[in-house]
């Protein structure tokens, strides 16, 4: 493990929705997992996708999270905000030749395979109508979750150049999770199923971007992951607010806690539905055991 860094992990929620069983999920687990280990929760909203928000979201959010009682211990990190930082970090990409631009279409790399495979990378194309990408030379191709165990990606996936910096100019997924990670200095990212696969392309980008950020001279080391399980429907689909998701309801959090609890493995006594919020957070930091989180990449509710 990392005796020699503090534990700081951190909830990073998109504002395109409200918080469904499935992130309430999320949210749990990388709380608990840092309170049990005495260490920081950060909580980050991921505000670089404007097209896709919700109007509101982001306040919804972060109310859902204090009725639930996960409450954070710095202030909010809102990606928004972070746009010098992000520029800065690709310039910086572009002098050392770790990036290029691209003007492939998606129906282009659909007719490829469906993976981009490097045919803008020596075009020495302009920024016009472009998108960046990076070149992935470390091509980090599996990894040991702490959850699941020895995760094995997909090999194209995993070496594919990807995206840093959209043709619409918007700030890609990839960049700016991996730059705040490094920026707010995590050490360890609980979070969803849904990011197993591209967990090997945050890895491979993370010394790149580590030796840009100036926030310290220590060698930074790539946070540890453990990914939860996925809830599903019945029929395989992810949760959404109209299907069989329990309901997060601000004004009566327990019933969802408790489930959330369970669904984590976490066996939770029946009476403690019955307890205050604040009272069902201390017993989860109590008995929380990561080892205890099932296995399995997706459980469907039922
Ligand atoms: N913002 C991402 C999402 O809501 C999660 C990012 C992460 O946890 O790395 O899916
Ligand atoms: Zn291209």
Redesign the pocket.
Known sequence: MRPQTPYRG?????P?GYLHFG?LI?ALASFLDAKKNNGTWLVRI?DIDPPREKKGASDHILKTLEAFGLHWDESILFQSNQSDYYHHLIEQLFNEHHCYYCRCTRAQIKALGGIYQGHCRDLKLEKENSAIRVINQQSIVQYQDLIQGKVQCDQSLAKEDFIILRKDGLFA?QLA?VAD?IYQEISH?I??C??LEPTARQLSFYPLLANKSSKTTQQIQAPLFGHVPLAVTEQGYKLSKQNKAPAIENNNPQPALYAALQFLGQQPPPELQYLNVDEIIQWAIIHWQLESVPKKREIQLT
């Open positions: 951190r909830f990073a929620p998109s395109s992130s999320t991921e997924y999770v990670d990212v979070r969803g849904d990011l």
